[in-house]
């Protein structure tokens, strides 16, 4: 059985949507006939320092020389010219969605983190990305030939019965680490404008990887008096997230961005109707006879939608049914190995 290494910044058991993919992908590798075989490179990565280069880069050098590097991007983006010249031939790039894109970043952060990833993959064999939009984003605007480009989107797994709810109050579930890319903010100054109706929310995902993101977030829901309807879950076990999507009645996360958004296929197949902003790779994964869409970053509109789900039941219900039938047709995490199997499978034989 032919051998990779999957190279991966940090710890493989962090509770967000990239580690997901790469626990998923190690595990249905075999049932591809290819092995990944995981290696941890240090956590510092996408901003790392000398000595996490000098570490990264002698693991590789103890990597079998038959062996392809398949690197997530959020390493492999940021490495400099001489550790891409070390193992020259050798690299394959999975990439959820460009660094340049994070939010929060000044325009001489994004413009350092585009030049950079630019030339990282221009060095890669083959590209790995896990939406057509990112696959549309490398084309247009990082010169990246799509003969490099493979789209392995993220599987899930389908539930039998759709999500009820089931509460006298609706309850309104957002999924994602708590920072401005995802739109929190934005959410809780919607919520501020809906409190005459009866609904409480959510909120799952880190609140540690960005802490002053999560503090800021607080204090806007203590300003708001929201604190008694507004939940700050943190992260919940992966075995306990089909009972919290179960437990919900709409799904809502405007993003500002997003690579790929596994947290909205995972509400499609669970029936959920959905209000998100059509941005990056959303309007590939969601449709819109499931959702209502808002722009990004407008609290006014996002308050409207969620006004219009939660007081009109027949809509609600419609979108809720379209939800499910969508999401009979996602892809399955073996569809995704064999996708990244085969892109190996032709650098390998080259």
Same mark, same amino acid.
């Given at each position: 059985?032919?051998?990779?290494c999957?190279?991966?910044?940090?710890?493989?058991?962090?509770r967000t949507?990239?580690?997901a993919y790469?626990?998923?992908v190690?595990?249905?590798?075999?049932?591809?006939?290819w092995?990944?075989?995981?290696?941890?490179?240090?956590?510092?990565?996408?901003?790392?320092?000398?000595?996490d280069?000098d570490?990264a880069?002698? *693991?590789?050098?103890?990597?079998p020389?038959?062996?392809? %590097?398949?690197v997530d991007?959020?390493?492999?983006? !940021?490495?400099?010219?001489?550790?891409?010249?070390?193992?020259?031939?050798?690299?394959?790039?999975?990439?959820?969605?460009? @660094?340049?894109?994070?939010?929060?970043?000044s325009d001489e952060?994004? =413009?350092r983190?585009?030049? !950079?990833?630019?030339?990282? %993959?221009?060095? =890669?064999?083959a590209?790995?990305?896990?939406?057509?939009?990112?696959a549309?984003? @490398?084309?247009?605007?990082?010169? +990246?030939?799509?003969?490099?480009l493979?789209?392995?989107?993220?599987?899930?797994?389908?539930? +039998?019965?759709?999500?009820?709810g089931?509460?006298?109050r609706? #309850?309104?579930l957002?999924?994602?680490t708590?920072?401005?890319?995802k739109?929190?903010?934005?959410? +809780?100054? *919607? %919520?501020a404008?809906?409190?005459d109706?009866?609904w409480? #929310?959510r909120?799952?995902?880190?609140?540690?990887?960005?802490?002053? !993101?999560?503090?800021? @977030?607080?204090?806007?829901? @203590?300003?708001?008096?929201?604190?008694?309807? +507004?939940?700050?879950?943190?992260?919940v =076990?992966p075995?306990?997230?089909?009972? !919290?999507?179960?437990?919900?009645?709409?799904?809502?996360?405007p993003?500002?961005?997003?690579?790929?958004g596994?947290a909205?296929?995972?509400?499609?197949?669970h029936?959920l109707?959905?209000?998100? #902003?059509?941005?990056?790779a959303?309007?590939d994964?969601?449709?819109?006879?499931? *959702?209502?869409?808002?722009?990004?970053?407008?609290a006014?509109?996002?308050?409207?939608a969620?006004?219009?789900l939660?007081?009109v039941?027949?809509?609600?219900?419609?979108?809720?049914?379209?939800?499910?039938?969508?999401?009979?047709?996602?892809p399955t995490?073996?569809?995704?190995?064999?996708r990244? *199997?085969?892109a190996?499978?032709k650098?390998?034989?080259?």
């Open positions: 059985m032919p051998e990779a999957f190279a991966i910044p940090g710890d493989l058991e962090s949507g990239g580690y790469a626990r998923a190690l595990e249905q590798m075999p049932g591809t006939d092995q990944l075989q995981h290696l941890q490179l240090p956590a510092a990565f996408p901003a790392p320092g000398a000595a280069l570490s880069s002698r *693991a590789f050098r103890a990597v020389p038959d062996q392809l %590097l398949f991007g959020l390493a492999f983006g !940021s490495f400099p010219d001489w550790l891409l010249q070390e193992q020259r031939g050798r690299w394959v790039a999975l990439v959820h969605h460009p @660094l340049s894109l994070e939010t929060g970043l952060q994004a =413009a983190f585009k030049v !950079s990833e630019q030339r990282a %993959l221009a060095a =890669a064999e590209i790995i990305v896990s939406s057509p939009e990112t549309r984003e @490398l084309a247009q605007n990082f010169g +990246v030939p799509e003969a490099k493979t789209i392995a989107e993220p599987g899930t797994e389908l539930p +039998v019965a759709a999500a009820h089931g509460e006298e609706p #309850c309104l957002s999924v994602g708590i920072s401005p890319r739109g929190q903010d934005d959410l +809780v100054t *919607a %919520l404008q809906i409190t109706l009866t409480r #929310c909120l799952i995902g880190s609140d540690q990887r960005e802490p002053a !993101s999560a503090e800021r @977030l607080r204090d806007l829901i @203590l300003q708001f008096g929201l604190a008694e309807r +507004v939940e700050i879950a943190g992260e =076990a075995e306990d997230m089909a009972a !919290s999507y179960d437990a919900a009645d709409i799904f809502v996360l993003s500002h961005y997003e690579g790929y596994m909205f296929a995972e509400a499609l197949a029936g109707p959905i209000v998100a #902003c059509p941005t990056g959303v309007p994964t969601v449709p819109a006879e499931a *959702a209502l869409f808002v722009p990004p970053g407008n006014d509109a996002l308050a409207g969620l006004r219009r939660l007081s039941p027949s809509l609600r219900e419609a979108k809720a049914a379209a939800a499910w039938r969508h999401g009979r047709s996602l995490w073996q569809d995704a190995a064999k990244i *199997a085969s190996l499978e650098v390998a034989s080259r």
